[in-house]
């Protein structure tokens, strides 16, 4: 299917260079939808803070956790998003 895109003149994100053994929250984290499915992020954009919060609720990670395992993944942030250090987890521990 990608290569038909391709050939068509659409532009398809590679998720080839993305570790093939994701997971379950690194595959959360990089679906556009939380579902640990496709549609995936993709690697032309950066990550919105908006993906990044909500993936933190869905994970009860931090979204400094959530941004910093975006970034080891290969992925470009917003540049609205700042990470630092000690942040706050969501929900109980």
């Known amino acids: 299917m990608t290569a038909l895109l391709k050939a068509?003149?659409?532009s398809v994100p590679d998720h080839s260079l993305?570790?093939?053994?994701l997971d379950s929250t690194d595959r959360?984290?990089?679906s556009t939808e939380l579902t640990r499915?496709?549609?995936?992020?993709?690697?032309d954009r950066p990550v919105s803070p908006g993906h990044?919060?909500?993936a933190a609720a869905e994970?009860?990670?931090s979204p400094a956790e959530v941004a910093m395992r975006l970034v080891a993944l290969g992925f470009a942030l917003s540049p609205l998003?700042?990470?630092?250090?000690e942040p706050?987890?969501?929900?109980?521990s």
């Open 8 to 10: 068509l003149g659409f």
């Open 18 to 21: 993305l570790p093939h053994d």
């Open 28 to 30: 959360t984290i990089v």
């Open 37 to 43: 499915g496709s549609p995936w992020l993709s690697t």
């Open 52 to 54: 990044v919060i909500a």
């Open 59 to 61: 994970t009860r990670q």
């Open 81 to 85: 998003i700042e990470i630092h250090d």
């Open 88 to 92: 706050e987890r969501f929900g109980p």
